[in-house]
């Protein structure tokens, strides 16, 4: 079956510029989740969505960052007015979810974002 | 805070070799664990993960990791490694009393394999 698919694969923008990266979970999967790759940072989780609940933002660096989910599916994260320092590998990952069991996430292969 | 510590940024080995990458975690009570394989160019795939009971746990690729509660630890191991293994590994935990379930991962372990 398919897998969590990303796009784009790359993104180059010029700093300032908006940017939107879409998410594709894994068909089923209500729980689903955005991470950032960078070198200086490693990986770090950024927003969780499950369902029709509040996302948890916790991760969210600044309010330039913001995500939505439509119809529990596909997951936009937009960036605005990006910087240099948002250039990272942004990874989604999707699981099945169910109280007080703890799912696979299954991975993306990300979006790399570069920001002259 | 829950944190992982992953002290080897950078590793060697030789094929056909052994390998043991390190992993150490921070957190009140015993979290879920996880190791993590990227390889170039691919995402993340989960290679093993620990949550209750026995302390050895079997993963793919010929994989296995050890819970070690007095150290904290949870080292991945591999008795002989493949030149295919060359890959970034990440240990990772979860918190076990979240129903958010976002991974906490460390810094990351380059594995190079030597001809």
């Known amino acids: 079956g398919a897998g969590v698919s990303q796009s784009p694969s790359n993104k180059v923008t010029e700093k300032g510029k908006d940017v939107e990266l879409r998410c594709d979970p894994i068909?089923?999967?209500?729980?689903l989740y955005w991470y950032r790759q960078s070198l200086g940072q490693g990986l770090e989780f950024l927003i969780y969505?499950?369902?029709?609940?509040?996302?948890?933002k916790s991760g969210l660096p600044s309010d330039r960052f913001s995500a939505e989910r439509t119809g529990g599916s596909v997951s936009t994260l937009t960036i605005q007015r990006t910087q240099q320092e948002d250039s990272a590998v942004y990874l989604c990952?999707?699981?099945?979810?169910?109280?007080?069991?703890?799912?696979?996430?299954?991975f993306g292969p990300g979006t790399r974002l570069t920001v002259l | 805070a829950q944190s992982v510590t992953q002290p080897d940024i950078h590793i060697t080995v030789s094929e056909g070799a052994s390998l043991e990458l390190r992993c150490n975690y921070s957190y009140g009570a015993t979290p879920y664990l996880f190791w993590y394989v990227q390889s170039p160019g691919q995402g993340l795939q989960l290679l093993l993960k620990y949550f209750s009971g026995d302390t050895l746990v079997q993963g793919i690729k010929g994989f296995e990791a050890e819970f070690k509660r007095s150290q904290s630890s949870f080292n991945l191991r591999k008795p002989s490694v493949h030149w295919s293994d060359a890959a970034e590994y990440f240990c990772a935990v979860v918190n076990p009393y979240s129903s958010a379930s976002k991974i906490i991962f460390g810094s990351g372990t380059r594995l190079s394999i030597r001809p």
């Open positions: 990952a999707s699981s099945l979810y169910s109280t007080g069991y703890v799912n696979e996430q299954f």
């Open positions: 068909s089923g999967h209500t729980a």
């Open positions: 969505f499950q369902g029709n609940s509040a996302p948890d």
